[in-house]
Structures are given as C-alpha cells and as structure tokens.
C-alpha cells in the first residue's frame, strides 16, 4: 500500500517536470524575432515576462551613419546622426560622455519613442563646413493629441559659441484624413556665432492641418485712429495704439497632379506620354483675406492685408 503511493508521487513528480519542460519548449518557439530583440538581456526582467506581455518598451538611439563629404586625404567623412527606435540592444552601452544619463529609455508599450535632444554638429569637409543635426538623445512620450513638445538643440556644440536652445518638435494624434501636427506659430531667436548673431525659428504652438496651412505671422502697427492731432500738440506726447496683426501666411506643399491631357501618345508604349498640356504645379497660396484698417501719423487711412485661408491654386 505504502510503496504504491511512493510510485505515484514519483510518476506525479514527473509528469510536472514533463508539463513544465513542454510549456517552455512552447514559450521558445512562439517567440517571434522580433520579441526577441525587444525583451532586455536581464534575466530578472526575462523570468518576469515569460508569464505575462512585456510591460515596458525600450527606447535607444541607435546608430544611423550618414556620409557628409570628403577629408583632406580624400577619405569619406561619416558622422553618425541617430535615430530612435523602440527595440532594445542586445549589449547595453550606456553614453560615456554622460554616465547619470542611461542611455536606454524604458516606456510604458503603448509610448512613443521620440528625439528629444539634438546638436547641431559642424563638420568640416573639402567642401566646407557642413552643419549636419545629430541626435543626442531620445525619450518616451505618452500617445497623446497634437502638441507641441520639447526639443532641444545645441549649437555651436563644443566651440566658445555653444549654445542651447528649445527649439520644439510637434507630435501627436490628429483625426481627419490628411491631417498631421504641423507648426502654427513659430519664432525667431538669436543666437551669437563667430560671423555675428544668428537667427533660429523656434516652434511655438502646434496643431492640426493639412498640407497646405496657415501659419501664424504678426506684424506691427501704430495706429494713430483715436488720436486727435491738433495744431498745437507736441508729437512726442501723442501715444498711438500697438495694434498687432495676425496677417498669417501660408506654408507647405501641394499634392497637384501636374499632367492635364496627353496630346500624343507613343504607339507602341501606350502609357507614354509623348507630348502633354502641363497644367502648373499647384502652390499653397493665400485664398481669402480679411481688411484690417488703421490710421498713420499724418492722419491718412491704410489697410493691412491679412491672410485668413491658404489653400492649393
Ligand atoms: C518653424 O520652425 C521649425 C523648427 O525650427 C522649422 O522647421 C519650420 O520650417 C519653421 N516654419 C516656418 C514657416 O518658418
Ligand atoms: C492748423 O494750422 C494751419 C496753418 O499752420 C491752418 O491752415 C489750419 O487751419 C490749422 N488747423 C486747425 C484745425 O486749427
């Protein structure tokens, strides 16, 4: 009676051992590549994933070599310019230019890995200095609506004239067909470089357009309209109104088919097209406008035009 249990525990034990070891016979297989190289080479964080979906994502500047002209001993110049992508390295290399940065992001899956700093490298080459943006660093950011989000640039990087600056990078969902997250307002800042002071377009604001939008662009007025300029009144004390003036402009590209009618087509090759009418590629142009009027010092009435739609013509 005794030695019947003995066996049947025995077989029991066994046939766990038999039930684990197919379980992960199985694990092994459905692996993907792909999930492979995702998962870290952390043995901790491998146990814990086996059993449930990988909660976390990495986020790495991977190499992106690019070729930027030719040296002095004729060699090819390559600077590596980065990019960002969502898969974790198989050898875990932390920068050795900034030790308390890891160089590996972990985000939450659903997460978006994006550059988040960049400098503005200068290279010199036969054919001058090239300014080539390298990528300095990525980062996660939640899947969110359009908006505008930090990016910040180093120029001058490594020279008595290095400077950083928020540049701004647009990013996030946007609903609608042909709809993406555009600049809508930028600024210019000035930075001091060796040749004198340079300028910078800056994003400001973000949303979502199509192609061909509107972009914010303001001009200045004095406006002298509720002023009553009298003969004796002393023109340093009069104090006319700053009206600033949204007057937009319009900004980006056109999708515009550019063949209207083929005249002659090749006999043999039907698809050619010998001889066409062209119609003109279509540019984004301003298409309606709103009149804004305001009163200059000498008293005479002038109109400021402001763009309020561009559209493809
Ligand atoms: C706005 O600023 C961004 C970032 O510098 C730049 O890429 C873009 O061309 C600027 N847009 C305009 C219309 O100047
Ligand atoms: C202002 O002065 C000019 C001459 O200097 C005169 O002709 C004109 O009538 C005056 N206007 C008013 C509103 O006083």
Redesign the pocket.
């Known amino acids: 009676m005794r030695s019947t249990r003995g066996w049947w525990i025995v077989l029991g034990g066994f046939t766990l051992i038999y039930l684990g070891n197919v379980c992960l016979a199985n694990e092994v297989e459905n692996e993907s590549p792909a999930e492979e190289v995702i998962r870290t080479t952390e043995a901790s964080e491998l146990a814990s994933q086996e059993q449930e979906q990988p909660q976390h994502l990495c986020c790495v500047k991977h190499e992106r070599m690019i070729e930027v002209g030719h040296g002095m001993s004729d060699q090819m110049i390559q600077v590596d310019v980065g990019h960002c992508r969502r898969l974790c390295p198989r050898h875990v290399v932390n920068d050795p230019g900034d030790p308390g940065r890891p160089a590996i992001q972990r985000c939450p899956i659903d997460w978006h890995c994006r550059p988040n700093a960049a400098r503005l490298e200068r290279v010199s080459t036969l054919q001058g200095v090239r300014i080539i943006e390298a990528l300095d660093s990525c980062d996660c950011t939640p899947k969110q609506s359009c908006t505008r989000e930090p990016y910040n640039y180093v120029v001058y990087p490594g020279t008595p004239h290095q400077a950083n600056m928020d540049?701004?990078?647009c990013m996030g969902r946007c609903s609608g067909r042909g709809f993406g997250c555009k600049?809508l307002r930028?600024r210019t800042i000035s930075i001091v470089g060796p040749n004198g002071d340079e300028v910078?377009?800056?994003?400001e604001a973000c949303g979502c357009s199509g192609d061909c939008y509107r972009?914010t662009h303001i001009e200045t007025v004095l406006d002298f309209s509720e002023i009553e300029i009298r003969n004796g009144t002393n023109s340093a004390e009069v104090k006319p109104l700053v009206r600033a003036i949204d007057v937009g402009?319009c900004?980006g590209a056109c999708a515009g088919k550019e063949t209207e009618t083929c005249m002659l087509r090749d006999k043999k090759d039907p698809s050619r097209c010998l001889a066409g009418l062209y119609s003109k590629q279509h540019s984004c142009t301003p298409a309606r406008f709103k009149i804004h009027e305001y009163r200059s010092r000498r008293g005479g009435m002038r109109e400021i035009i402001a763009i309020t739609q561009c559209a493809c013509v």
């Open positions: 540049v701004g990078m600049p930028n910078h377009q800056v994003i972009m402009q900004v």
